[in-house]
């Protein structure tokens, strides 16, 4: 399997090297050249197959050969043995035909484990083999920043930086972080919002001359294809325990920087037949805008209680722009620069082609609180603020009531006790193997947004 970047200028990269590359080299993502497809009659064989036997058959689509069956059906095992629950994702029926698919029983607590305990194992394995130490700069709203320290905590090659907006992230979040005293990790509490931390974690992959030109830069954000891949199986194995591929499903993502929904686009384009995806926005409705509206333009990044989903300029949105400009590097790369300047739009026949698969709707913390009341009462789930813009967004957004919605439930609501006891909850007790958070040790720098003294702190505390 090759990939090409959505920019087109950078050269074509096997699976290992888009795994330990990044961002690609002229600033795009790397997405695969052409993507593998699975027939009815394949997807339709997958009825009540344990989780880790969909992830290795979807996985080794787009890894092919790279890694040997048993070393990647091995580390396909040890990833998805680390969550709390066999069947891995659960899915629970709400009503009729809505469903929750559970995405937070993994050691972090949001959706985010999926991929991540997954990646950690990919380059303890590429990184391994090579013998080669990296170093990782990542950004994180919340969860990214944790799933990604555990998941790459026990890998001895890895030096581990992670970017938070100070102050904005919750306190669940920020201890997850901070509380790991690991010698290879460091948390930078960034006096910023989470654009900017994105920012120069993206600056620092495009000029790596910081490094000395020795070491080797990694990412954990979704601007790593792996971080796609491993999601687009929750997908597959959602959609067959409700009667895929013999039925059309639809999807309710809450989403900010799109890597989730998009590995359900992706999923779509292997053969998943699906009817709708929704795209749930909290107030920083930039996603909301461009979907109903065709308006792609930035607004200030406003501070909500789904902080994992205040971001503003969502990376992977990149990567559907490519393909639906039918991989035309030059016109994406065109147009993102206009859209740093100014609010531009895509041409029409494209966006009209984008809205035949995905609605969307923006929902303000008022209607988030309401949403987290009136869900409990009615089933007795009892959803963190992200999963319940999502929620929302399904019901609002429902295009036929007699096809399957599966709205993802990305996060514990554990995680997020403001928006929780808002709603008039006490709030949620954390699982067991967290139960002392609070009274552990934390460390952490806070720092300006300032990519040269960032990168000064990478340079000065690497080992
Ligand atoms: C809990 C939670 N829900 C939803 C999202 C949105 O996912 P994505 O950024 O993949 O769109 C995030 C992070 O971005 C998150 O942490
Ligand atoms: N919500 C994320 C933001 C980073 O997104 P990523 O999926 O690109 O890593 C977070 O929790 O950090």
Not at 211 to 232: D, Y
Request: aromatic share 10%; glycine share 6%.
């Amino acid at each position: 399997m090759r990939y090409i970047s959505t920019r087109g200028q950078a050269p074509a990269l096997n699976f290992e090297d888009v795994v330990l590359t990044g961002l690609a080299s002229d600033g795009g993502l790397y997405v695969p050249e052409t993507i593998p497809q699975f027939s009815a009659e394949e997807i339709a064989s997958w009825a009540g197959l344990p989780y880790t036997d969909i992830a290795y058959k979807v996985m080794h689509a787009f890894i092919g050969d790279e890694i040997p069956a048993d070393t990647l059906k091995s580390m396909i095992e040890d990833t998805y043995g680390t969550f709390k629950h066999d069947a891995v994702t659960p899915l629970k029926q709400l009503d009729s035909n809505h469903y929750l698919l559970e995405l937070f029983h993994g050691p972090t607590l949001a959706f985010k484990d999926v991929a991540l305990q997954m990646l950690g194992r990919l380059l303890d394995h590429f990184l391994g083999k090579r013998n080669e130490h990296a170093v990782i700069m990542g950004a994180t709203s919340g969860d990214t920043g944790s799933a990604a320290i555990e998941g790459c905590k026990p890998c001895d090659h890895v030096d581990i930086f992670i970017l938070h907006p100070y102050n904005r992230v919750s306190e669940v979040q920020r201890r997850q972080m901070t509380t790991v005293l690991a010698d290879n990790v460091f948390n930078i509490a960034v006096e910023g919002n989470f654009d900017d931390c994105q920012a120069i974690v993206k600056e620092s992959f495009n000029n790596q001359d910081f490094l000395g030109g020795k070491t080797r830069l990694v990412a954990v954000n979704s601007i790593n294809w792996a971080r796609i891949m491993a999601q687009v199986v929750y997908y597959f194995v959602s959609a067959v325990a409700v009667g895929s591929p013999h039925r059309k499903v639809s999807f309710s993502v809450p989403s900010a920087n799109f890597g989730d929904v998009f590995a359900g686009y992706i999923a779509y384009k292997m053969g998943l037949p699906v009817n709708q995806f929704v795209v749930a926005t909290n107030a920083n409705d930039i996603l909301h805008r461009v979907i109903s509206k065709n308006d792609f333009s930035k607004q200030p990044l406003l501070h909500t209680l789904s902080p994992s989903m205040d971001i503003v300029v969502s990376s992977n949105f990149e990567r559907l722009l490519f393909d639906l400009y039918d991989n035309d590097g030059a016109a994406v790369e065109d147009l993102l620069k206009r859209f740093n300047n100014e609010p531009v739009h895509i041409e029409q026949p494209r966006w009209d082609k984008a809205r035949e698969l995905f609605d969307s709707l923006s929902v303000d913390d008022d209607t988030t609180i309401e949403v987290i009341k009136e869900a409990f009462e009615r089933t007795g789930e009892l959803l963190d603020p992200h999963t319940a813009t999502g929620y929302r967004a399904a019901e609002t957004c429902n295009r036929d009531k007699a096809v399957p919605m599966i709205t993802l439930a990305t996060a514990h609501p554990a995680k997020f006790e403001d928006a929780i006891v808002k709603a008039g909850f006490k709030g949620a007790p954390l699982p067991a193997h967290m139960a002392d958070l609070m009274e552990r040790e934390e460390r952490f720098s806070v720092l300006p947004a300032d990519a040269e003294a960032i990168q000064a702190f990478v340079v000065g505390n690497k080992r």
